[in-house]
């Protein structure tokens, strides 16, 4: 009864959360200098008649009370309108991204989180041997390295100078495939440098908090107790020390999402991918209001989605949870 | 009948300072049946000696000399597998702020559980179940808070579920480290009626820790007093706090609790323990003693001066 009260009060939470973000991207790439029309006409020979049909044509000439509701209106019904660089619908364009981007990021984060918590478990089970030493340093380079210049590097070296993997797009332009199975691999080999350079610095951070909350809780006087009990080291992990560290891990996983998004853009715009990231980073440079407002909004959603399911994961776990 | 027999135990732990000397040849015995106080001021090595016992002690410790003799076997020689099998089903613990002693994201009912599933085969989760909602009834609480979380307790509460915890695999031992410390002075009597109560009950042995020496005297069989790593007087508790052997023990009879339960000395005896880490050979309370004189300079030297009385003192009573 509590539980479900809990989440029901979350899930408000969240759609009002979102709904304020709706109307402040609304308003941000209103105030946005750059007026996109202008920018669609790049001669500028336009005649005064024309760019008033643009705006029409795009509900630009509507009062901006107007443009709101009919932006509520459409961002509820999926209708995100006609791109002003593709001109075609903006849905359809974001489709077709989506799947290069969920792939990526599913990828990342199935990595980030296996690697990234494995090590920092085992770091912390060998608190000070070599092993330990050895994950921390790497971790804190990793943890300080920019996306980009990872991404970059790795392009000079795997890319041109070693020349074993392909440094952009998705698949081998032009490439004729005898099977399935040889366009995946392909698809597979467009993936690695993206995903590692996107998984270097939230693996780090993936690490740094397991490994300093499993040393935290590891010092607590239940785990004393555990031992005392007659618990063997691994069960004592299991059953007591793992559990107690998801909190955080939890918290973080939440934050991660928002993280693993900017990251997406840097990673995509660096190695051509033809994911969301680079269609959004298009779109600011050529202020595709439609295609950036999707966007946001979808990723906007996403990240209330895993804020709203680290909240419940977070109750599930924690008996404490009482409040809000 | 000894059921547990310590001989020239010292132990010592790692530090960046140096070795830290917290233990230093400590003999004390365990009769079965019967409670052993251990007294002294905090860091004494009260709880160090003690959770020697089970081998409990952190990752810095080393057992530098001496035995542990449980049922005629040598605790401290034993493997960290061997061990694992006799914590909780042999030697339970009632640990040292307890507070935090449980689990908070699991229920106390699971906690209670968990040794009896994991040192009793074939025990089933009903039986196992059965057992703890008695222990707990036994203890003064409901049976039905078995699905209740450690936050929904308050601390006098908490600590009877760790002793009922401590019972659930019908201990032989009971260690039981400042079990009421933390509690107030109304809870701290009930509980230690109820720890009085249980041993006879189950017929346990215990150890029992406090710096309350005049608690231990009312609870205790024996008693033995702590000063600096050093066991300096160990015999019938009533007969140590009524003739004590050693200067020390004297001194801690006749001082006061402080608010914080530390004890002060009434005669406000000057300077500090020893060091830990560079430890004299002589009696450690030698720089804080008023009957001192060349003749305590000598190797500290604890001997059986009545019958089953002990201390390190040679200018005993
Ligand atoms: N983990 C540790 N590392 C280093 N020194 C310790 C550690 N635990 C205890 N000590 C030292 O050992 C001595 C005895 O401590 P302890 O057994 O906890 O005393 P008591 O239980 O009588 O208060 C103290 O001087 C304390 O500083
Ligand atoms: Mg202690």
New interface residues.
């Given amino acids: 009864m509590f539980k479900l009260k809990y989440i029901g009060k979350k899930f408000i939470q969240m759609l009002i959360t979102l709904f304020a973000i709706i109307t402040f991207n609304f308003f941000l790439f209103r105030i946005l200098p750059g007026d996109p029309v202008k920018l669609l006409a790049r001669s500028g020979a336009l005649s005064q008649e024309s760019l008033d049909r643009i705006h029409a044509l795009f509900g630009l000439d509507q009062p901006l009370g107007i443009q709101y509701l009919i932006y509520l209106k459409n961002m509820i019904t999926g209708k995100y309108g006609i791109s002003i660089t593709y001109r075609t619908d903006v849905g359809t364009i974001i489709a077709e991204r989506m799947g290069n981007t969920v792939a990526l990021l599913a990828l990342a984060t199935v990595l980030i989180i296996v690697i990234g918590i494995g090590t920092g478990v085992i770091a912390a089970m060998r608190r000070g041997s070599t092993t330990d030493k050895v994950l921390l340093v790497a971790s804190m380079t990793g943890w300080s390295l920019p996306t980009f210049w990872t991404g970059l590097l790795m392009i000079v070296v795997f890319g041109v100078t070693l020349n074993v993997l392909p440094v952009s797009g998705i698949l081998t332009p032009g490439a004729v495939y005898t099977s399935t199975g040889a366009m995946l691999i392909d698809y597979l080999r467009h993936l690695i440098m993206p995903t590692i350079a996107l998984i270097i610095v939230d693996m780090a951070e993936f690490f740094l908090i397991t490994r300093s909350t499993l040393v935290d809780v590891m010092t607590?006087?239940?785990i004393?107790?555990?031992?005392?009990?007659?618990?063997?080291e691994k069960?004592i992990l299991w059953?007591?020390a793992l559990?107690?560290s998801m909190l955080p891990i939890v918290t973080t996983l939440a934050l991660y999402v928002s993280l693993v998004i900017g990251g997406a853009i840097q990673v995509e715009t660096v190695f051509s991918f033809p994911g969301m990231g680079q269609l959004m980073y298009d779109a600011v440079l050529k202020r595709d209001y439609p295609i950036l407002e999707a966007s946001f909004f979808l990723f906007a959603t996403v990240t209330l989605v895993a804020n709203f399911i680290s909240d419940i994961l977070y109750m599930l776990?924690?008996?404490?949870v009482k409040e809000l | 009948m000894k059921i547990l027999d310590i001989k020239d135990l010292s132990i010592e732990f790692k530090s960046k300072a140096g070795m830290v000397h917290a233990v230093q040849n400590v003999n004390l015995w365990l009769n079965e049946g019967e409670i052993l106080g251990v007294a002294g001021e905090s860091g004494c090595g009260k709880t160090t000696t003690t959770l020697a016992i089970?081998r409990?002690l952190p990752k810095n410790a080393v057992i530098t000399g001496g035995e542990i003799l449980f049922n005629g076997e040598d605790l401290a020689a034993k493997s960290e597998k061997e061990?694992?099998?006799?914590?909780?089903?042999d030697i339970?613990?009632v640990?040292q702020?307890?507070?935090?002693?449980?689990?908070?994201?699991?229920?106390i009912g699971n906690q209670m559980m968990?040794?009896i599933l994991?040192?009793e085969e074939g025990v089933s989760k009903a039986e196992a179940e059965a057992r703890v909602k008695e222990l707990l009834e036994q203890v003064g609480i409901a049976g039905h808070r078995f699905n209740n979380?450690p936050?929904e307790f308050s601390g006098g509460m908490k600590q009877r579920v760790m002793i009922a915890m401590a019972l659930v695999c019908r201990p032989k031992i009971i260690i039981a480290d400042e079990p009421v410390t933390a509690l107030d002075v109304m809870i701290q009597a009930q509980i230690l009626e109820l720890l009085k109560k249980l041993t006879k009950e189950y017929k346990l042995s215990m150890i029992m820790i406090s710096h309350d020496l005049s608690v231990l005297s009312e609870l205790c069989d024996r008693m033995a007093i702590m000063y600096a790593g050093r066991v300096v007087e160990f015999g019938d508790a009533k007969d140590v706090f009524k003739n004590p052997k050693h200067e020390y023990t004297d001194k801690l009879i006749h001082s006061l609790p402080d608010i914080s339960g530390d004890r002060v000395f009434t005669g406000g005896i000057p300077g500090y323990p020893p060091s830990l880490i560079e430890p004299p050979a002589h009696c450690p309370f030698y720089d804080r003693c008023e009957r001192r004189d060349d003749s305590c300079l000598g190797d500290f030297n604890f001997t059986e001066i009545t019958p089953g009385h002990w201390t390190g003192c040679i200018h005993h009573r």
């Fill in positions: 607590e006087d239940f004393l107790t555990a031992k005392g009990k007659g618990l063997s069960k059953r007591h559990p107690n776990i924690d008996p404490r | 089970p409990l061990m694992e099998a006799i914590r909780w089903k339970a613990v640990f702020g307890a507070m935090n002693a449980l689990n908070p994201l699991k229920t968990e040794p994991l040192h979380y936050h």
